[in-house]
Structure formats: C-alpha cells, structure tokens
Nanobody, 126 residues
C-alpha cells in the first residue's frame, strides 16, 4: 500500500560519501519503522540500518556502524542514509523498506509484510 522511492546512489571512490533518500507516498511514515538493506550480485540481501519514526531509535549492522547514519525528515516524509568512508565491499543495490508496529532493531530480519522500494545502485571503486 505504501510506495517507497529510493534515490542518491552512484559511483564513488573508496573513502568517499553518498547520501541515499527514501521518500514515501500514499501515507506518512508515522508509526512505521524504516530500514535500509543491500544486495550485491550473487549474494543474499542483508540488513544495513533502521530507524523507528516516532521513537527516534536507530539500529545498525556491525559492518556499517560508525560510518553510516540513518535519519528522518518529518516534513518531507523521507528517510536518509548518510554513507561515509565507503569501501568497495559496500557496493550493492540499496533498498528501502518499511513496516508498521516494529522497533528499529526488529527491522534487522526481513518479513513478508515489508514495503519495498525499487532500489538504487551504489558502486564503490578502489
């Protein structure tokens, strides 16, 4: 029911930065948890980071902790993923997902009722 649109991906060198955006339409993020996942070619989709909209709690995968920051803009109904100190192993298609009634930490496990965006490509070169 909720439509999510990701943007902000691109090609950067190792050590560079990108900011991804996830904009929602159809309804507000209020009451939802929102997360970022990524999937590299030939690999399973993995959790990156999540935020609970009303509780303002965040949760990160160990691989990105200290480098990535997830945040939200209530006025724009948008969630951001600021990615700093990018590494080649961060290369993947990044997807936004949202679900009601979940805490940020619970977004670490994918569920059938997640709403998904179309993905945005992030490529980090050496």
């Amino acid at each position: 029911q909720v439509q999510l649109v990701e943007s902000g991906g691109g090609l950067v060198q190792a050590g560079g930065s990108l900011r991804l955006s996830c904009a929602a339409s159809g309804r507000t993020f209020s009451g939802f948890a929102v997360g970022w996942f990524r999937q590299a070619p030939g690999k399973a989709r993995e959790f990156v980071a999540a935020i609970s909209w009303s509780g303002d709690s965040t949760y990160y995968a160990d691989s990105v902790k200290g480098r990535f920051t997830i945040s939200g803009d209530n006025a724009k109904n948008t969630v951001y993923l600021q990615m700093n100190s990018l590494k080649p192993e961060d290369t993947a298609v990044y997807y936004c997902a949202a679900s009601p009634f979940l805490a940020a930490q619970a977004m670490g496990v994918m569920r059938p009722n997640f709403y998904w965006g179309q993905g945005t490509q992030v490529t980090v070169s050496s």
